[in-house]
């Protein structure tokens, strides 16, 4: 009997498969037809080469994804192009099957060097450039130095390399790429032949999308595109990770990649809860708004997107009060409502929600408890659009229709003994007339610019605490009414909104007027005709005091 252990037919090699690539890579243009967004520098640089007026250095720059170091090799292959029968020239349109175009294409030619200059950042780095610059290329055109964040070469590299650049070998082309141009010394920056990358826009963006999603084979609806786009901020890199995460996350029966489904990938607010959510901000309902609001963070989606998101409707809603035009990838019920909303809201109102949802967004942005912020900065909103019109309430408060103490009862305080009323102002504008009277005018100047009233009630002042006074300027309030009236008078601060400071109910006035007067067709002809003039406001305004 053998005491052999049989191991049985030892396992075969298997031929190993090829490695997945991410759509990044797979669908990195190839050619200047599939650079999308970028038709003006490929019109400049297709007459260039046309007319043989090509630069010897080239300066790509824009935000990361747009296509920078792709265009760099493109470059490379219309220069160095051969055509299929080995007889061409320089090309816009590169074939792409030559020796030249596919060496480029898979990063081996010799003569097209790349170098990333976050890792090569020395002036070793740069004299190696410099002294091989000096030799003919060795099978190409041209040879091509590519540069890949060149802001990041040092001083002395940078230095180094400017004699080179400004009178380089005629078989020598440099390109290169960088997110932050700024940061480029402007000697280089004027011996380089600049191209500023755009951000592509994101009906591109999703056309493009849509086209790799049906060569990959996949399914994916028209909204989950346009969400993926969004998400991009013009970047196609970006966006085809993006989607590349999607088509993973989607489901594998057939289901395909869905809006719902990218909107949880990205943690995004869902756009209806978005538009309910601002319907209750603008209806006042604070504990409905709350609710809302935490049913979204429920199910995962981040503060910051959910402020994010109002900051976009409030904006796509302005854009649609001023006329602008639909946006193809906006659902139709979202354009509905924003029409909806454009035709009841004013833009001074519109203009003081993006500040309060710019404001939320920062600090939300930079806080310890995100959520809470999150339902302050909402809070904040929903008081604040229960406030009257500023222009309406300066107006008024200028005719003296309304008494200025049109805010929520304060907290409850001693009440002060009544002043004469002979004596004592009958409103606020009378106390300012006092004090111009009284010579004190960096007092008066103060309380014009800085005081925001919540109630006047003879011989009781209840400041804003949202626009704080400081305790001199309180205290030197007191002693001139205390002085002028013969009572004691009580000052406060509340932690509630008022309203406008009389400086700011002046300028209402006067933008009230200059924006009534550009209404009016000639004066509207006249700014068509000057679009560099000014309207100066014949009458200067007076100060609101008497």
Request: hydrophobic share 45%; charged share 25%; net charge negative.
């Amino acid at each position: 009997m053998s005491d052999s252990l049989d191991l049985g037919t030892p396992p075969q090699p298997v031929a190993s498969a090829q490695p997945y690539r991410v759509l990044a890579r797979k669908y990195r243009p190839q050619t200047f037809g599939a650079l999308i967004g970028q038709d003006a520098m490929v019109q400049t640089l297709g007459n260039a080469i046309k007319r043989d007026r090509i630069a010897h250095a080239f300066l790509l720059t824009g935000v990361r994804g747009v296509g920078k170091t792709s265009t760099a090799r493109l470059i490379a292959k219309a220069l160095n192009c051969i055509g299929p029968d080995e007889q061409g020239g320089p090309t816009i349109d590169p074939c792409g099957t030559c020796e030249p175009c596919r060496a480029i294409a898979e990063g081996r030619h010799i003569d097209v060097i790349e170098m990333d200059a976050a890792s090569h950042t020395g002036i070793d780095d740069v004299r190696e450039i410099i002294e091989a610059s000096r030799y003919a290329a060795v099978s190409a055109r041209y040879k091509i130095y590519i540069i890949d964040e060149v802001h990041m070469l040092s001083k002395a590299a940078f230095n180094g390399l400017l004699k080179t650049l400004e009178e380089p070998p005629a078989h020598v082309k440099f390109l290169f790429a960088t997110t932050e141009v700024n940061k480029v010394p402007v000697t280089v920056l004027s011996r380089c032949q600049r191209f500023d990358l755009r951000r592509i826009p994101a009906q591109l963006l999703a056309e493009h999308f849509g086209r790799v999603v049906e060569a990959e084979g996949a399914q994916a609806d028209d909204e989950a595109l346009a969400l993926i786009a969004r998400a991009a901020e013009g970047s196609a890199r970006d966006g085809l990770s993006i989607l590349d995460q999607a088509i993973a996350h989607a489901d594998l029966e057939g289901g395909g990649v869905r809006a719902e489904a990218v909107r949880e990938m990205l943690g995004l607010s869902d756009r209806n809860a978005v538009r309910d959510l601002l319907a209750l901000v603008l209806a006042a309902d604070a504990p409905g708004a709350l609710a809302a609001l935490r049913r979204q963070y429920d199910l995962g989606v981040d503060p910051l997107g959910v402020m994010r998101a109002l900051l976009e409707a409030v904006h796509g809603v302005t854009q649609v009060k001023v006329g602008a035009p639909d946006d193809a990838a906006q659902p139709a019920e979202e354009r509905a409502a924003y029409r909806e909303w454009a035709g009841k809201l004013s833009f001074p109102a519109l203009h003081r929600l993006w500040q309060l949802f710019l404001k939320g967004h920062e600090e939300v942005g930079r806080a310890a408890l995100p959520i809470e912020t999150a339902e302050m900065a909402i809070l904040r909103a929903i008081h604040a659009s229960t406030l009257p019109d500023p222009g309406e309430l300066a107006r008024r408060l200028a005719a003296g229709d309304v008494p200025v103490a049109a805010a929520p009862s304060a907290p409850a305080a001693p009440v002060a003994p009544p002043a004469p009323e002979d004596l004592a102002p009958k409103e606020f504008a009378g106390v300012l007339s006092l004090l111009d009277e009284r010579g004190k005018l960096d007092l008066l100047v103060r309380l014009r610019r800085g005081a925001s009233l919540v109630r006047y009630t003879p011989p009781e002042i209840v400041f804003s605490g949202t626009r704080p006074l400081s305790t001199d300027t309180l205290t030197e309030l007191a002693a001139v009414l205390r002085e002028a009236t013969g009572t004691p008078w009580k000052l406060a601060m509340a932690d509630l909104p008022g309203a406008p400071t009389m400086y700011e109910a002046e300028q209402d006035l006067v933008q009230a007027r200059h924006d009534a007067a550009r209404a009016h067709p000639i004066v509207a002809a006249a700014f068509d005709a000057f679009p560099g003039a000014e309207l100066i406001d014949p009458k200067p305004a007076q100060r609101s005091i008497t």
